[in-house]
């Protein structure tokens, strides 16, 4: 008990008779609230408990030595450079800066000798800005975060060993706060380039223990007070002993006065609770354990790119990552967890002492590695390769450095969930997902925390979206209590995720977080308060999940796509990147499979596969995926990494194709300007989309020289003779295209563009006539159907939104962005630029504000694909010089098509969204990501857009929309301004979408054919002949199965690459359309000597593969695989030197049985 002071005089026997006190003061709970704000720091911090919370502290030169040295602005040396830097002596108030720049401190720290009777030593180092604390020889160890808010982490506990002499320590700090250096008060302006921080402390302090335990249980039960509903018992109480605390505390007898305010919280924590230590986690035995049902864990969210560039985040993860190996220490409850292989890797190159001491702790089961990939990606933009690249590479590291793979995926922070990352984090190795961006929903209210999530194909994963709806929790009252009962599943299940610690850079989880143990003493004496537990793995709560949930049968399904509420800027903010992710994509996958030809049946026998040179371009597209770079959400700094990412790898890849191409076509070129001046050799393509395809290619001639090698190819020349259009054939869908003559059917069909006079114009093949009138589109007409599809007093063209979102402006395009009156933009100049007869051609022009948007429109004779009746494409290739702020530019196409689904492709197949506002549901959806192309169908027919580098979408009713630019200001005041490229194009198609050849257009679009010139006419006729061109990997038998990828085995020895070692061939093939598929994959030209299916990370999965030859007179193998919808399936052949005596005689031979 402890002595009230609410309470004067002596208890009576006998109830008085008569009284004329006062009495006691009702009490009005409002006051004694707003009493509370004023027990620390503020106007009274001299008479509050803040006064009593140091008792000593020195700055004395002889206890502290401080020198600096500051590097050049923008250098960031290692430790062992910033060891050899030349030091001056420097002292607290001195300013320093530019923004970003780093400056090193050495410090020498002589403890006074009259301090040993002091149970704690600490320095307090607070530069304004961000810190890491080093030991002399290089080990980073502590996190500084400088500054005045809550976050603020500047304290360094001094070891009983670095008390007794001179302690030296380096501390670098970086001119940024934890979110950059924001110009404005908005934490996503764009970043002041001149900041300056000032050295505010660099003191050695005695803190007051008791004191800081006084304050961190007052913390805690004025936060019962004000959380806690308003009348409960527990509310009164805390209320009552915060105010009891403050009563009972004197400024000028400390010591006394604390003890009895820590006695009072005793009332609520239990006595003797702190004694207890980290045991307070275990008691109620397992009662308590079962009871405990929210599961605390350290967690540290560090966005890779953000307010701040990558060099900034990798000193973040050291700061963090180091002071967690510290508190692990002193909290031996504490269980942290982090994800990104790509930040472990950056610890591993950078920073090798911590990495040991982190792989230290990651044995020892306190630091948990969690999210499987390379980096926490968007997952509404990548690929559906790069989304398996991104397990590949996480998992594979993760093995190789700490022995395991990731059970659990984590995405707590991305702007959606694409509805194929079930399917592909399952082939990836993860059962368990973890996210709760879907709390930022503005418009519905996601129904589940925990759930199975099925994605397309029916793949499902264990899901949990913490009730707490937040992975940066502060370990307070009011989150535990969301925590239980916020949580939407409690008929199934109550346990639920509890992710505390500060990210980006505040280090994780602090001190007064770990003082959670507070939250656990008052649930065991408290029955109303939920019980936290501690000492659990993330993989440990889904295992726990799986099991008492009976494997997630106890739990709802949540079928389909994860839509993000929120952030649909992001399908387009930042174009250039986009453009630089999808080509990059495309340019990966030309590389893998070119360079795989060439180590089976190239050339060149020194040819190696550039597995390394694959890796680094693969690493640095997968970061550049993160959730804040890809989506446009960051800063310009990383805009200029980021660029130099893309420009590295079309360079490099660039360079690995043509090596590729040499060794699979020796002495051929892929520069096309000798055939413009020479009269003899070959031109040929190389198709390395695997689509059967017949194509009309652009090239540029040499006007001046009418009978050369290319000029003799091309069956269309533009008046100025400087440009030539060719026909390529690529019928068999593999290797060399030929180009063709022309076509007598070519001819007869041909295509004209017209000046109709008043305006009009139009572009006319056989199956397709465009018409636009007063600068619009007023008609697209099926010939031959002579079916008008734009609605009659309807136009189509350039459209401008207004885009002034509510805050988040690179991330947000609001609904009230279609309310705004858009300007329906008119070509202000169009004239015929081509008039077949491969193609026809106008060019169009718009000048708008500052901006200037100039495009080809152009219409083929042939059809878009080789289907008997593909339609022409009507194709934009767009220049826009981009001016506007805070405006949208779009593509805007009414269509006389009934529909009220429309189709958007996605990683590895499509998804279906409204095209009207039925629901609530449906209303949010009215900006869509897709990639390649949409689709909007009835039935007989249907109409696609297919783009080149674009992913935001919708079609609204009638009218289908493509995103093309956005202009935010903030982060990067300069998003998407000056000069911009892209290509798109409209494809009518009879049959509707499920009945076409909608994404073969679409990556024939993506892929263009690989021209290259043979100087020889005779070697030609050879090489066309020979066994390249015979290699191939052929899906029959099934027109929605799509092969995308076809690559060296990640475990190849490419040191020794000979066919003794075995050389394996990775082959990723789809379901594009949703139905199941009997498909048959004939390789031609290799000797398969097994084939067995494998997940992403290429571990062999299901069971038995047939593999047969083909029959009497081939040697090609065939290969029968069963799809379900949207399925995707890895098959991994090791090729054998050359044909073994197979018996050609049997029809049937079993290559492999496992
Ligand atoms: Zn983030």
Not at 94 to 118: A, M
Request: include cysteine; proline fraction near 4%; hydrophobic fraction near 35%.
């Amino acid at each position: 008990m402890y002595p009230s002071t609410t309470t004067q005089g002596g208890v009576n026997k006998d109830y008085p008779q008569i009284t004329f006190e006062a009495g006691q003061a009702k009490s009005i709970k409002s006051l004694t609230l707003n009493r509370f704000s004023n027990f620390l720091g503020g106007h009274y911090a001299s008479h509050n408990l803040s006064s009593a919370l140091v008792t000593t502290r020195t700055d004395a030169s002889s206890a502290v030595k401080l020198e600096v040295w500051s590097p050049k602005a923008g250098e960031k040396p290692s430790f062992e450079e910033a060891k050899r830097g030349k030091y001056r002596a420097t002292k607290k108030g001195e300013r320093f800066g530019p923004s970003w720049s780093n400056h090193w401190f050495k410090i020498t720290l002589n403890v006074p000798k009259e301090w040993t009777k002091y149970e704690r030593v600490q320095f307090e180092f607070d530069p304004g800005c961000e810190g890491l604390i080093y030991t002399p020889e290089g080990l980073p160890i502590h996190a500084i975060v400088g500054g005045t808010d809550n976050l603020r982490r500047v304290e360094y506990v001094l070891s009983q060993k670095a008390r007794g002499g001179p302690h030296h320590i380096y501390i670098e700090t970086s001119c940024n706060g934890m979110f950059g250096v924001p110009q404005g008060g908005a934490e996503i302006e764009p970043p002041d380039p001149n900041r300056y921080y000032t050295l505010d402390s660099a003191d050695l302090v005695v803190p007051y223990l008791p004191a800081w335990h006084l304050m961190w249980s007052f913390n805690l039960l004025v936060q019962i007070a004000q959380n806690d509903s308003a009348s409960s018992p527990l509310s009164e109480r805390a209320l009552r002993a915060a105010n009891d605390i403050i009563n009972v505390f004197e400024a000028d007898d400390p010591e006394r006065t604390i003890a009895l305010g820590n006695k009072i919280a005793e009332g609520l924590l239990g006595e003797g609770w702190q004694e207890e230590g980290e045991k307070v986690w275990e008691k109620g035995g397992e009662k308590s354990k079962a009871e405990a049902k929210l599961w605390g864990l350290g967690h540290c969210h560090i966005d890779s790119a953000w307010l701040w560039p990558f060099s900034v985040t990798q000193q973040k993860v050291a700061r963090s990552w180091s002071t967690q190996v510290d508190l692990m220490s002193r909290y031996p409850e504490h269980r942290f967890s982090a994800t990104s292989a790509q930040q472990y890797k950056w610890l591993e190159t950078l920073y090798p002492l911590l990495f040991d001491k982190v792989k230290g702790k990651i044995e020892d089961g306190q630091f948990g590695y969690i999210g499987a990939t390379w980096v926490e990606m968007d997952t509404n933009l990548p690929s559906g390769e790069s989304l398996c690249r991104q397990f590949l590479y996480g998992q594979r590291y993760f093995k190789e450095k700490f022995g395991k793979i990731c059970d659990t995926f984590v995405l707590p922070d991305t702007f959606g969930y694409s509805s194929q990352l079930p399917q592909i984090a399952r082939l990836g190795g993860s059962k368990h997902f973890f996210t709760q961006k879907l709390s930022w929903n503005t418009i519905n209210n996601f129904p589940h925390t925990s759930f199975n999530w099925v994605g397309l194909d029916g793949s499902q994963i264990l899901t949990h979206m913490t009730p707490v709806d937040t992975y940066n929790a502060q370990a307070d009252f009011g989150e535990v209590k969301k925590g239980a009962n916020g949580n939407k599943n409690l008929e199934a299940t109550g346990d639920a995720l509890y992710l505390f610690g500060n990210g980006d850079g505040g280090g994780g989880p602090t001190p007064p977080m770990l003082e959670l143990r507070r939250l656990r003493a008052l649930g065991n004496n408290n029955r109303d308060v939920p019980l936290v537990r501690m000492g659990n793995q993330m993989d440990d709560f889904f295992e726990h999940l799986r099991t008492s949930t009976d494997n997630g049968t106890k739990l709802p399904n949540w079928r389909g796509e994860l839509y993000f509420e929120v952030s649909r800027g992001t399908y387009t903010s930042h174009g250039s990147i986009k453009k630089g992710n999808r080509k990059s994509e495309i340019l990966l996958r030309d590389v893998e499979y070119a360079a795989t030809l060439a180590t089976l049946v190239g050339k060149d026998k020194a040819y190696v596969y550039p597995k390394e040179q694959l890796d680094e371009c693969w690493e640095n597209l997968l970061l550049c995926q993160f959730h804040d770079v890809l989506p446009g959400s960051a800063l310009e700094m990383v805009y200029d990494d980021a660029e130099k990412y893309y420009a590295a790898i079309f360079k490099s890849c660039s360079t690995m194709l043509e090596a590729a191409f040499q060794a699979l076509f020796p002495n051929s070129s892929s520069s096309l300007l000798d055939a413009s001046s020479s009269s003899s050799g070959k031109i040929f393509g190389v198709n390395t989309s695997r689509v059967a395809r017949r194509e009309v290619i652009e090239v540029d001639l040499d006007a001046k020289k009418k009978d050369s090698a290319l000029r003799a190819s091309v069956a269309q020349v533009s008046k100025d003779g400087k440009k030539g259009w060719l026909i390529v054939d690529a019928k068999a869908g593999e290797g060399v295209a030929e180009v063709k003559g022309v076509f007598a059917e070519t001819f007869e069909k041909g295509v004209t563009a017209k000046d109709l006079g008043g305006g009009e114009f139009s572009l006319k093949s056989n199956s397709i006539e465009l018409k636009v009138a007063d600068g619009r589109i007023t008609s697209i007409f099926d010939v031959e159907l002579g079916r008008e599809l734009v609605p009659e007093g309807t136009t189509g063209g350039f459209v401008i939104y207004q885009d002034i979102p509510n805050y988040w402006d690179a991330w947000d395009v609001e609904i009230h962005h279609l309310q705004h009156s858009p300007k329906h933009l008119k070509f202000t100049s169009v004239s015929v630029k081509e008039n077949g007869p491969l193609r026809a051609s106008l060019s169009v022009k718009i000048q708008v504000g500052q901006s200037h948007i100039e495009a080809t429109v152009s219409l083929d004779a042939i059809g878009a694909s080789l289907k008997k009746d593909a339609r022409s494409l009507i194709r934009f290739e767009t220049e826009v010089d981009w001016r506007e702020r805070h405006k949208f530019l779009k593509f805007e196409l009414p269509l006389d098509v009934q529909a009220v689904d429309a189709t958007y492709e996605t990683q590895f197949g499509t998804v279906s969204r409204p095209t009207h506002r039925n629901t609530s549901w449906d209303v949010a959806k009215f900006e869509v990501c897709a990639h390649k192309f949409a689709d909007v169908s009835e039935f007989g027919y249907g109409v696609a857009l297919v783009n080149d580098s674009k992913y935001g979408h919708a079609v609204e009713g009638q009218t289908m929309r493509l995103s093309l630019l956005r202009s935010p200001t903030s982060p990067d005041a300069t998003t998407d301004q000056g000069h911009h490229t892209f290509a798109f194009a409209i494809y009518p198609h009879v049959g509707s979408f499920l009945e076409s050849d909608v994404p073969q257009v679409a990556y024939a679009f993506n892929s263009p054919i690989h021209l290259r010139y043979l100087k020889e006419s005779s070697s030609s006729s050879k090489l066309l002949a020979s066994s390249i061109v015979n290699t191939s990997f052929t899906v029959e038998g099934a027109r929605n199965v799509i092969a995308e990828t076809i690559k060296r085995g990640e475990d190849d020895d490419f040191t020794v690459d000979s066919f003794k070692n075995g050389k394996n061939v990775i082959v990723r093939l789809y379901e594009a359309f949703g139905g199941h598929a009997k498909a048959t994959i004939r390789v031609a030209g290799l000797n398969v000597v097994s084939a067995t299916l494998t997940d992403v990370l290429e571990r062999p999965v299901g069971s038995a593969l047939l593999a047969r030859a083909a029959g009497l007179g081939s040697d090609d193998t065939l290969i029968d695989l069963n799809f379900r919808g949207f399925e995707i399936k890895t098959l991994k052949l090791t090729i054998g030197e050359k044909f073994s005596s197979r018996d050609k005689d049997s029809e049937w031979v079993r290559i492999e049985r496992r």
